[in-house]
């Protein structure tokens, strides 16, 4: 492929030439292919059907290239691979810059990008350089196949309800999905695509940043959004003690614990750890909320989740109306009767 142009970060400007499908902005984690993007695909290809158009994936990063094979299998028709030594660790400006410049090549209609957290300030700078709008934390997305205009979907006004945005004078139309909420196609390797590796020869990264360390978060097990069994902590919980108490039976049954947002007000939980509307949304098998009352902005998260236990004094809790099973008790009378079980 013929060199990307690509601006420096002060004359960053967007030329579009030709218009190309949806996109999807590929994240990496460990050198895997997050499960946002695995959704997203599973997303575009369903929209894509209505809009009759291509999927497209963009894989910036260094030594990527290998997973081209594997969006393909997830549903793109064409991998854009954006590799530079640069961009072996993640350097927001850069990746935005190197996005930006394919982007402002191709013109797609649509961008898609995790709302993890590199994703969300990437898409922020992103729309930014690309003088184009965004709608963060989208958990749905709707297309109108005879505007082409994307209904981006998500909780507003404190989650008491869902707003559908439409940008008709933004190209392309970007926003930021919620890991968790859409379903990733099944793979299907025989699926054949184009993969182009653009030449970054000529890009400078910014030598004004560097990434001096990088230190892993010190979550134990699996992140949350792919954890089986998640035990919710809250408010009700009250001390750390009790905290203590629900890690240990947390390991002894394979639990991530997580917590709401009163829960990380009160130091009891890691505020990466939170669930809800401004938090993680999940989908385990299993979600315990302990001491939880179930306010809107926390169930926003639990949308996904298959089956839900509460256990909770107060018989008249919110959580109750969307539990499978309730146990209307203590925390700390819950855990001495729970310290034996093991599933
Ligand atoms: P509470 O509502 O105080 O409930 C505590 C529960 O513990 C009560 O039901 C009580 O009966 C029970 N309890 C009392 N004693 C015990 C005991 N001994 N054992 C067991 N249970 C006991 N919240 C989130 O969680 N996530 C979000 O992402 C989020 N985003 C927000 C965004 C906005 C814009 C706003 C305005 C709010 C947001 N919130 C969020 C806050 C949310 O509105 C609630 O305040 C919060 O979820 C309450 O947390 P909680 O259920 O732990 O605490």
């Not at 030709?18 to 999807?24: F, L, M």
């Not at 094979?69 to 954006?82: K, N, W």
């Not at 184009?132 to 309800?161: M, V, Y």
């Not at 299993?286 to 509460?310: E, R």
């Amino acid at each position: 492929a013929e060199a990307l142009q690509i601006d420096t970060p002060d004359s960053a400007s967007f030329s579009p030439k030709k218009s190309e499908g949806i996109w999807v902005l590929a994240e990496t984690e460990g050198g895997m292919l997050a499960s946002v993007t695995k959704e997203l695909l599973g997303e575009a290809v369903a929209l894509s059907e209505k809009l009759r158009c291509s999927v497209e994936a963009v894989l910036p990063g260094s030594g990527v290239a290998v997973l081209a094979d594997e969006l393909i299998a997830y549903g793109a028709d064409r991998v854009h691979v954006l590799e530079h030594s640069s961009l072996a660790s993640f350097i927001e400006e850069n990746y935005a810059r190197v996005v930006v410049a394919l982007a402002g090549r191709y013109n797609p209609d649509i961008l898609l990008v995790g709302a993890t957290e590199r994703g969300r300030g990437l898409a922020a700078r992103v729309a930014s350089m690309l003088h184009t709008g965004l709608t963060a934390d989208c958990t749905q997305l709707e297309i109108d196949p005879e505007s082409g205009l994307l209904h981006q979907i998500r909780p507003a006004f404190g989650g008491n309800l869902m707003a559908a945005i439409v940008t008709p004078n933004c190209r392309p139309q970007m926003a930021s999905v919620r890991p968790g909420v859409m379903k990733a196609a099944e793979p299907d390797r025989s699926r054949k695509g184009e993969i182009v590796c653009h030449d970054l020869s000529d890009f400078e990264p910014d030598h004004r940043i560097c990434l001096m360390d990088e230190m892993a978060a010190n979550v134990c097990g699996d992140t949350l959004e792919n954890s089986r069994i998640v035990i919710g902590v809250g408010r009700g919980v009250k001390n750390k003690e009790t905290v203590v108490r629900i890690r240990q039976w947390a390991e002894q049954i394979g639990a991530v614990v997580a917590g709401s947002r009163a829960a990380v007000e009160m130091g009891l939980i890691d505020a990466h750890l939170q669930v809800g509307q401004t938090g993680h949304t999940i989908s385990p098998d299993l979600y315990i909320a302990i001491g939880i009352s179930g306010q809107i902005q926390h169930t926003a998260g639990l949308s996904g989740a298959k089956k839900i236990v509460a256990i909770n004094p107060d018989r008249t809790a919110p959580i109750f109306n969307i539990a499978d099973y309730g146990w209307s008790v203590s925390a700390e009378e819950a855990l001495s009767e729970l310290a034996s079980v093991s599933l």
